[in-house]
C-alpha cells in the first residue's frame, strides 16, 4: 500500500511540477508570497518555474530511487512545509487560483497541506 502511495504521490508532483512551467503558471503565482520577491533576486514566475522543476525532480526521485525513499520523503515533507506560506498569502489576501475563488475554499486549502505532509511521510517509510 505504502508503494502505490509512493507511486501516486511521485506522479502527481511530475504533474504538479511540469504544469507549473507550462498551463498553470498563472494559477500559481497566486501562491507566491509578495515576500519572496523582496528576500530573493527572483520575480514570482522565477519562483514558480524553481518549485515546479523541484516538484517534478522530487516525483522522480520517489519513483526512480526506491532506495532512497526515506530521504526523498524527508525532503519532500520539509518541501510542503516551506511552501506553506505561499498557502496561507493565498489565503490571507483573498488570491484566487485552481477554483479557489472563495474564503471557504482557500481556508479548507490550508488544512490539504498537513495530509500532503503526512502523504509524503508514510508513504515512504
Known amino acids: 500500500m505504502r508503494n502505490v502511495a509512493r507511486w501516486a504521490l511521485g506522479l502527481s508532483m511530475i504533474f504538479a511540477g511540469i504544469s507549473h512551467l507550462f498551463w ?28 515546479g522543476v523541484v516538484e517534478a525532480m522530487l516525483g522522480g526521485a520517489l519513483i526512480a530511487l526506491p532506495g532512497s525513499r526515506r530521504r526523498v ?31 471557504g475554499k482557500r481556508l479548507g486549502r490550508l488544512f490539504f497541506q498537513p495530509v500532503l505532509v503526512a502523504w509524503a511521510w508514510w508513504s515512504t517509510r
Do not use: H, M, Y
Open 24 to 51: 498553470a503558471r498563472r494559477e500559481f503565482q497566486a501562491q507566491v508570497p509578495d515576500w519572496t520577491t523582496r528576500v530573493t533576486p527572483l520575480d514570482k514566475d522565477a519562483v514558480v518555474v524553481a518549485s
Open 73 to 103: 520523503g524527508a525532503i519532500l515533507s520539509a518541501f510542503f512545509i516551506a511552501i506553506f506560506p505561499g498557502n496561507i498569502e493565498q489565503w490571507a489576501k483573498r488570491r484566487d487560483g485552481f477554483g479557489l475563488d472563495s474564503d
